[in-house]
């Protein structure tokens, strides 16, 4: 005979109405897998009358999600609302103090609250669990906990923003700009249609950076200034001068260890187009790990959307009803260190450049000065003048130099007279 | 306070030797992500004075490793012997009915006993872990049972031989012969020394297949007849011919359902260049995934060695640590069910095919009329003459035909008196 287990379902989007879906259609499934009968007994929604792809009984509809949270029926609770803090917080607050287990898609809320919730839920002997908020359909962090467990990962480097990665495809394949490529991804729900800044400024890569960070590296979420870079800024032109330069740019979330110090980072790269990150294309994500014993491991899928997403919260509800007891991430929340940060300043990194200036004699040598100056050399030098406008673009390749010396050449260039352009600038990455 | 757990592990050879030193050396490590404190209570090998990277003290070492199996101290034990039968098979047996979890990295006993020992396992309520035995340091029967579990997978595709994969790259890029790269392989212990028939006949990758076939599809493992070729017939004068052609050849493994019947198949493909599988070279496996609600997923990783063999039995072991306690396939071995086979004969399929013929007026009529009798019908021939030895290689290139006709059709080529040389084929795979 089956154990029964109940369910709370917080948050009826795209996300919720799927999950509702597949726990329902696989319910024989989940019971010979694991001996447990699961019952939804609540599910929780802005709006009861939203047009939905199923029926549901009004008895298990709450207007207000805290009575799921308090609901001593309850056994699991799923938060699909998706803010950092406000009302996602507290009703998984709530559900773990009142010993339910918790699974949330919710990067922000990992990343901004996770140390403080997975020691929640350890002292109430509950587990916390959010494989869906990094990597989409990728079990990424099922397998650096189980998979790869007691390895030493020196590096994680993923491409885990779909809508970036879609946009930045889309641009080379169909030679279109940034704003129609964007309007697109809109149109396919790819992109936020109201506010895609999160997605578009690095700052949803970097929520997933962090919490990868803590998982690979035993170390309690930082909240360090990291480095962190969008793709608003990148052009048709910079994706045709990549193509040419035979490379191809990807926005990456890397952390990494270097000198006993932790360094997280998010920006646009330049790859060379014969790696294999740089052929992970459209709406994909990608993770590459070095470990050792292991060596290095790719896992590739798709990495945003209601099905990748909901399998990954079905494979959290599994282990729970399989009964893994197990810590968030991996370990006790006091075993968890905290790992210095690195000086970003110190990094050394090559670079791409595109600015604008106006065409007449002197310019080179004064914007090759500025260059010297700031200890930066040059590698490669491309001027195309544009006779019309009595400009020239130039893109320039520079050899290693260190980032704040780098900083202090792109405020010289943006405030140096000749430039007409404010300057674009990628770095160049070997992965 | 830490329990304590005792281990055994009966094989000290790379693998055995590797794992030995990874336990002592993480031992700090498992205690505090499992709660565990992990004693390696008895080791067992052929000889005890081998030269061996470590210092062991003699009384925990057993001549017969059935004591080991037997020992009532002995909580989990490591069966790294490697027989699909024998002394393998017996360890694990008496293992599992004296209640002791085990971990094995052995793919031919459990390709061949895996049923039977799985249902051993469950009714002694113990855990019988093989992740090591498919995708070397990739967790890819972890991710299967876990990170997709309710997923409804359809076909599963994986390169799943280092051996042969490390063969055909180095072939390619060295442009050195069969026989020279196979002697390369086993200077480097890529390939076993004496005897590598196993790795290049498919063999070796049909038994990991059909041990992915019954985690993706819940069937019990079946034994029936497949499609087996291996790479011993491929000749550099392929490998260019399939880069001329803008193909790579690669050993893959498949598994689908095909009308509700089982289909699986183990031989060389020619893959178009630009796919992602086309690019994994070397000694590196990976496997592809088509689920739903999933989407697509691609585990690449390295596939051999040691170090991603002891990383994956080490997974195994925190996972028996954390306690859990585990189907063996995923789900009881009395839900498992027994799948019809794919009647191999019918399959559809496009060839390359290369062999030699007398050049000689009339030849080529009378090896196309073969073909028609057949019914398959040629799409490329290419023809290029040998004057010296009056020979004429051909290579065509065929759209697509019956496996039945296409073995009607090798038989009456390689029966044919005008053909001199048998002829070489590959299947071409759309993937």
Same mark, same amino acid.
């Given at each position: ?37 699961? &019952? ?49 917080? +507290? ?33 109430? +002997? ?8 990094v990597g989409g ?97 990148i052009e048709l ?30 920006? =646009? ?38 099905? =990748? ?65 700031? +200890? ?13 406008? +009595? ?18 050449l792109i405020f010289?260039?943006?405030? &140096? ?15």
């Amino acid at each position: 005979m089956h154990k029964n287990i109940n369910i709370g379902i917080i948050g009826l989007g795209q996300i919720g109405s799927r999950l509702y879906e597949e726990i329902l259609s696989k319910k024989k499934d989940i019971g010979i897998k694991t001996g447990v009968n699961v &019952n939804i007994l609540a599910i929780s929604a802005k709006n009861i009358n939203k047009k939905r792809n199923f029926k549901f009984s009004k008895k298990i509809f709450y207007k207000n999600p805290i009575y799921i949270a308090k609901d001593p029926r309850i056994d699991i609770v799923f938060e699909l609302i998706g803010y950092s803090d406000g009302l996602s917080k +507290k009703v998984v607050e709530l559900a773990l103090k009142n010993k339910k287990h918790v699974i949330t898609a919710n990067k922000a809320l990992i990343a901004k609250n996770g140390d403080y919730l997975s020691s929640l839920a350890e002292k109430n +002997k509950v587990n916390l669990e959010f494989e869906a908020s990094v990597g989409g359909g990728i079990p990424i962090l099922r397998t650096i906990k189980e998979g790869l467990a007691t390895n030493k990962i020196n590096k994680v480097v993923g491409i885990l923003n779909g809508t970036c990665n879609y946009i930045l495809s889309k641009m080379e394949s169909s030679k279109d700009s940034f704003a129609n490529v964007l309007r697109k991804a809109q149109i396919l729900g790819y992109a936020e249609p109201r506010d895609p800044r999160f997605d578009l400024n690095g700052y949803d890569t970097l929520a997933k950076v962090r919490i990868l960070s803590a998982l690979v590296f035993n170390n309690k979420i930082s909240k360090n200034n990291c480095l962190m870079n969008g793709i608003e800024n990148i052009e048709l032109e910079d994706i045709k001068m990549a193509d040419k330069l035979n490379f191809r740019i990807k926005l990456l979330g890397i952390t990494e260890i270097i000198n006993n110090q932790l360094f997280e980072r998010v920006h =646009p790269c330049l790859i060379k187009k014969d790696t294999y990150i740089a052929n992970v294309n459209g709406v994909m994500n990608a993770v590459i790990l070095e470990g050792k014993p292991v060596g290095q491991s790719l896992l590739q899928g798709e990495g945003a959307g209601p099905g =990748p997403t909901s399998s990954a919260l079905m494979s959290d509800l599994l282990s729970i009803l399989r009964g893994n007891i197990k810590y968030p991430f991996g370990l006790p929340f006091k075993k968890r260190k905290k790992i210095n940060t690195y000086d970003k300043n110190q990094y050394l990194n090559s670079f791409y450049l595109r600015f604008d200036v106006k065409d007449k004699p002197g310019v080179l040598s004064s914007i090759t000065k500025v260059f010297t100056k700031n +200890k930066i050399s040059i590698k490669n030098l491309i001027q195309k003048p544009d006779k019309k406008n +009595k400009t020239a673009s130039i893109v320039i390749l520079t050899h290693e130099a260190r980032e704040k010396n780098f900083n202090s050449l792109i405020f010289n260039l943006n405030n &140096n007279k000749s430039v007409k352009k404010k300057s674009t600038f990628i770095r160049i990455e070997k992965v």
